[in-house]
C-alpha cells in the first residue's frame, strides 16, 4: 500500500524474497562450513595432544592415571571424535578405583 491508500502489485516483491531466501541459505552453509573447519582443527590438536602422551615413558602415564593400551584405543576411535574425554574418563576412574581400594585396606 502506498502514501496514498492503492495497493500495488509489484513483481519485486517475490524476487527480494527469493533472493533473502538465498542468502540465508548461503549464510548458513558458510556458518556450517566455518563450524566443520573448526571441528577438523580441534581434531587435529587433540590428536597432537594424544602423540604427546605417546612420547611419554610408562611411569609417566601412570603417573596421570593412564597405561599405553588406554592410548591405543584413544587412537582407534573415529577421527573426528575426542580421544582426549575417553582417556580423561579413563583416569578418573582408576583414580577412583584407587581410593576405594585405599579405604577398603584401611577398614
Known sequence: MSIHGEVRSSAVAPVGELL???????????GAGAKAVGG???AMERRRTLN????LDDHML??????RSDLRDATAAPLLSD???ALAQRASERRTSARFARGARHS
Open 20 to 30: 533473502a531466501a538465498v542468502m540465508l541459505a548461503f549464510a548458513r552453509a558458510i
Open 62 to 67: 601412570s603417573d596421570i592415571g593412564l597405561t
Open 52 to 55: 604427546e602422551l605417546a612420547g
Open 40 to 42: 577438523i582443527g580441534r
Open 83 to 85: 580421544p582426549t574425554l
